[in-house]
């Protein structure tokens, strides 16, 4: 942004604030006067970002103070849905709401009020620890499609997930279902500085994308086989002799079943099931294990398949294994929790939830690692190990479907109340028109807000909570990682707006919850959180952390196992999963069918020839945000699907023509972007989409529906891994054509 700001200007503040319009939380300068943002730019000594911004970050401004904002509480006066508000206090709505859960509490038990969050973008430790102090175990966020079940998956095999690396220090980078090119810049800058420095480059990803454009390999694999590659790429290294030996002799349990189990997965067999050449498939793994140190970085599209997600993150957790690529430099790094200062589990009050709570946890009973029976024990065996656990708002959630039937059908008991901060549950969770159902249906429903979205419409109260700029960020991937960044308040907030942590804090008041809230302000409760470690910096306070300091790295260690072993019950990498097994699941990765395929499915394939995928990051949209915000909006003004020009040609199809795309779950439309990038065969739709310019109101809605890619995919309960929970997004059966009057007038 071009600053025209004189900074010698008397009174002026410069604020150390941060971007949270994605995970990266770039650091921000805020010029600060008379309690405005005057300007912002990119904080050039952040080591995320190094000065730079991206288009939404550059847009902070706008959002801060736009006119579609939520600045009040409100509470609904006319029918669900019909957009008639009364302003009112938020000692009056917090009184109000306070009151509706207590009598659902006393009629239906605890657990019939349910939370809901989104992708992590607030302090969501204390919804958990509001949930926990009232008694319900149904709080659940939309990270079993992103990040969860993995984190717990690789935790079950080898005691905590690698997701930091060191790039400077690798060879090689296995981008597999991450295209880092739209989804995380800074990190994709980093990339093309070490290609420079030969880092070798492999992109697995049915799309030519962003980043698959500047990798040395591009395996573009039928979407939802990636199970069946990383099998067969366990069978290259196994059977061909590129394991670590030394590694995997004296720190892996079990390797004989291991090498038995994949001899099966040879490239032939995988090569029809993932539309690629036993060739690729050989050479691709002959790089990644001979290219060392290298490290397969978490792509989110794995997480997503359904079904087979668990096996597929097993068996790619089993290659950093055989290959030795772990918590060695260069390598996948086991950083653990923090030690030095209080993570999110330890400000999550888990044990106050009573046991007998615990076992009421929506999906518990059927998806087993990422919630209380798989996280307790994950637990008990990383306490044992690290001295803390993983934290339970990301890791231990109750199955979001489960709960949306649940609200629908009343069984296997009735959920009451949802309360809904930080997501957009409509365009972001599967299956919408069934999530739209529950959300019309729920008795009581709540939602924290920056804006009036579809979820937002038909709840009873909408509260106005502050962003980034508003309130002080601690940045410590939730106490899952060692390090910390702190940013801080760059202005109180506008209007009556207030941070997510003081409507738990105040509900939690009203509640008698009083002596488990001690912190009135963020900034006292993210003292208390560092206050380990604050003595040895000399701070006095959260904001003179910020000011002076910022940023807490321990030294990197490595080959901690050395030492110490793995934080497994058995002390080693666990190829052969024994905490799996207990749970009910394969020790070994099975390979399980992507959900819909045209080998279990000829029917299905019949009526519905083409492989979907839904949703892969693009740019400048977050997910379902930022459509409000015209100058980004007109950079992508319409949602857009990938189709190969030769398909298009078939079907009467042009570039740009609105298209049906369809799936046995239903319909919804976008405009067909022709491109070589995918396969003919294949269609990926852009996710998130509504349109906050039309009707907000019922039955409107906003266009919730419309161009929702989430109307194709599917959380039926066959359909989700059995594993971790996650719901099938990639990898589906769908059919295209182009949107006629008439055919549009069906429904
Ligand atoms: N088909 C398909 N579906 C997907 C995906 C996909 O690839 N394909 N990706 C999935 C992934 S990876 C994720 S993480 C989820 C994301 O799912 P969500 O996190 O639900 O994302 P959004 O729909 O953008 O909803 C976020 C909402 O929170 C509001 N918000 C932002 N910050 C704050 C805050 O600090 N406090 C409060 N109270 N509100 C805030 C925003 O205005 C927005 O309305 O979607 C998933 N859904
Ligand atoms: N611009 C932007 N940036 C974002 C977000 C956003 O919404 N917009 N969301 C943020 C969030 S919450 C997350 S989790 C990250 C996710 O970021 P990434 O992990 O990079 O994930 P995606 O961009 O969702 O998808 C990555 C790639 O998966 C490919 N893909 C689709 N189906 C399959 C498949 O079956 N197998 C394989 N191997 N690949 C497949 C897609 O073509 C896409 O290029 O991005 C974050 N950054
Ligand atoms: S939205 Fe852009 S500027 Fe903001 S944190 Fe993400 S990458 Fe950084
Ligand atoms: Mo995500």
């Known amino acids: 942004m071009t600053m025209k700001i004189d900074l010698q200007q008397e009174g002026i503040e410069v604020k150390k ?16 006067k008379d309690g405005k943002v005057l300007a912002i730019e990119g904080d050039p000594e952040h080591p995320t970002n190094q000065g730079g911004l991206c288009c939404r970050g550059n847009s902070a401004l706008k959002h801060l103070d736009h006119p579609a904002r939520v600045n009040y509480p409100l509470k609904r006066v006319g029918p669900k849905g019909s957009g008639q508000w009364e302003q009112i206090s938020w000692d009056q709505a917090l009184d109000e709401i306070a009151q509706k859960l207590q009598q659902i509490k006393d009629e239906f038990g605890a657990e019939a009020v349910a939370t809901a969050g989104g992708t992590q973008r607030t302090d969501d430790w204390a919804r958990r620890r509001f949930m926990n102090l009232f008694g319900s175990p149904n709080c659940f966020h939309n990270a079993h499609l992103c ?35 739209a989804s995380t810049l800074p990190f994709m800058r980093s990339i093309s500085d070490m290609k420079k420095a030969g880092l070798k480059v492999i992109v697995i990803d049915p799309r030519y994308s962003e980043t698959a454009a ?66 690729q498939i050989r050479e691709s793994a002959y790089i990644y294990a001979t290219q060392k140190p290298g490290n397969i ?75 209380w029976p798989g996280y307790g024990r994950i637990a008990e065996i990383t306490k044992n190990y690290w001295g803390k656990a993983p934290t339970a708002e990301w890791m231990c959630q109750a199955h979001p479907p489960t709960v949306f039937n649940a609200i629908l059908t009343g069984e296997p008991y009735p959920v009451k109340a949802l309360l809904v901060s930080a997501t957009n549950p409509v365009n972001s969770y599967g299956a919408s028109k069934k999530v739209l159902e529950a959300l019309r249906k729920v008795d009581f429903l709540v939602t924290c807000e920056y804006w009036l979205t579809p979820t937002a419409m038909l709840s009873d109260y909408v509260l106005p909570i502050a962003g980034a700029l508003e309130r002080p960020t601690i940045t410590n991937t939730y106490g899952c990682s060692d390090f910390l960044i702190a940013s801080q308040r760059a202005i109180q907030p506008l209007y009556e707006r207030r941070t997510d942590y003081e409507f738990w804090r105040g ?29 040895a910096y000399g701070v006095e306070s959260y904001d003179e952390f910020v000011e002076y300091y910022r940023y807490h790295f321990p030294p990197r260690e490595y080959y901690r196992y050395q030492e110490r072993g793995f934080a497994t019950p058995s002390g080693k990498v666990e190829l052969y999963s024994s905490v799996l097994k207990e749970l009910g699941y ?27 995928t839904t949703g892969a990051a693009v740019m400048p949209f977050h997910h379902s945000e930022h459509f409000q915000i015209k100058d980004l909006r007109f950079l992508r003004h319409e949602p857009y699907a990938d189709i190969n020009p030769a398909t298009a040609a078939e079907l009467s199809i042009k570039d740009g023509d609105w298209i049906w795309i369809e799936t046995k779950r239903g319909r919804m439309k976008q405009k067909a972007n022709l491109t070589q990038a995918v396969h003919p065969k294949v269609i990926v739709t852009q996710r998130g989409w509504w349109f906050p310019e039309r009707d907000m109101r019922e039955p409107v809605l906003g266009g919730c529906l419309e161009s929702n890619t989430n109307v194709l995919t599917s959380d039926a309960p066959e359909d989700c891994d059995p594993i971790g929970g996650s719901w099938a997004n990639r990898g589906l059966l769908c059919r295209v054509y182009k949107v006629t009057d008439a055919n549009e007038r069906e429904e």
């Open 17 to 32: 604030s941060c971007c949270y319009f994605c995970h990266q939380n770039c650091g921000v300068l805020a010029y600060v």
């Open 214 to 279: 500047k990798a040395d390999v591009w395996l573009p694999l039928r979407p939802g086989s990636d199970l069946a590659l990383a099998l067969a790429w366990l069978n290259v290294i196994i059977h061909e002799g590129l394991c670590d030996w030394d590694f995997l002799t004296n720190w892996c349990t079990r390797f004989g079943e291991l090498a038995d189990h994949v001899e099966q997965f040879t490239p032939d067999w995988a090569a029809p099931l993932t539309w690629l050449s036993p060739e």
């Open 147 to 181: 990040w969860i079940p993995t984190f717990m998956v690789e935790t079950a095999i080898y005691g905590w997930c690698p997701f930091e690396i060191d790039l400077a220090q690798s060879r090689c980078l296995v981008l597999w279902g991450c295209n880092p090119g």
């Open 586 to 612: 394969s020790p070994l990765p099975e390979y399980i069918p992507p959900v819909e395929n045209e080998d279990s499915n000829p029917e299905l394939a019949k009526e519905y020839p083409l492989v979907l």
């Open 507 to 535: 509900l939690g008041l009203k509640l008698g919850q009083a002596e488990m809230w001690p912190w009135e302000t963020l900034e006292e409760a993210n003292f208390y959180r560092i206050s380990p470690f604050a003595p």
């Open 297 to 371: 970085q978490w792509g989110v599209a794995i997480d997503q398949l359904g079904k087979p997600a668990g096996a597929a993150m097993h068996a790619r957790a089993l290659l950093r294994a055989v290959t030795g690529n772990l918590d060695n430099p260069g390598g996948d790094i086991l950083p653990g929790p923090a030690l030095d200062y209080y993570t999110d589990e330890e400000m999550e009050a888990n044990d106050y939830l009573p046991e007998e709570q615990k076992a009421k946890q929506l999906g518990s009973d059927r998806f087993k690692l990422t919630t």
